[in-house]
């Protein structure tokens, strides 16, 4: 008989959890909140996938979700654990492939004359739910490399990765031929 696959482990039934490397923390710990806001990104971004009928994205978003999670084990990473050195880490051409994907959606977009409102097309707004994430995703691991130091590759990661979703909200705003909704301030 083969060995019983088991979710629950009870061993964070007392509010405390374990870093990568084996150090307890609270389950508020700000790296714990931290790499759990990457990992809701990443939920979304499933979504967001599971949506695009046009399956242009459909490896890279595979792909993404895999350098997310590279992303989570940083952020989750005890610093002190010799685990560090055998890591995952983001490459620089990880963000250059982001970049590169950024310029190719903006070739086929018309220039941006107003903010944007998020809306007017499903795909549109699971991407800029992305985007909001993503960015509070990289608030919190700016307050992280300051409390505790973290790979600054990682955070740069996440603000390009925000801007590709912008972009990419845009995309499929306009492969739907709906109009982007214009920023009207009230005065």
């Known amino acids: 008989m083969g060995k019983k696959n088991i979710t629950y482990t009870r ?8 870093l990568i490397g084996g150090r307890r923390v609270a389950k508020y710990d700000l790296r714990v909140d931290t790499y759990g806001t990457v990992d809701e990104l990443s939920a979304y971004v499933g979504v967001l996938s599971d949506i695009d009928q046009e399956k242009r994205f459909a490896d ?5 979700q895999n350098k997310l999670l590279t992303v989570e084990s940083v952020f989750a990473l005890d610093n002190e654990s010799e685990i560090a050195k055998q ?8 963000i250059e492939k982001i970049e590169h994907l950024i310029d190719e959606l903006n070739e086929e977009l018309p220039p941006l004359r107003a903010f944007v409102l998020p809306g007017g097309d499903l795909r549109a707004s699971h ?15 700016w307050r992280l ?6 790979d600054a590759l990682c955070i740069k990661y996440l603000n390009r990765l925000s801007d590709l979703f912008f972009v990419m909200a845009r995309y499929y705003q306009n492969q739907n031929n709906d109009s982007e909704i214009a920023w009207k301030p009230v005065s």
């Not at 890591?87 to 990880?94: F, G, H, L, T």
């Not at 490399?145 to 973290?150: I, K, M, Q």
Request: proline share 5%.
């Open 60 to 64: 890279f978003f595979v792909e993404l």
């Open 11 to 18: 061993t964070g039934d007392e509010g405390k959890t374990s």
């Open 127 to 141: 991407a800029h739910v992305c985007r909001t994430v993503c960015r509070r995703a990289e608030r919190m691991a």
């Open 87 to 94: 890591m995952p880490k983001i490459e620089p051409c990880d």
């Open 145 to 150: 490399h300051d409390e505790f130091g973290t």
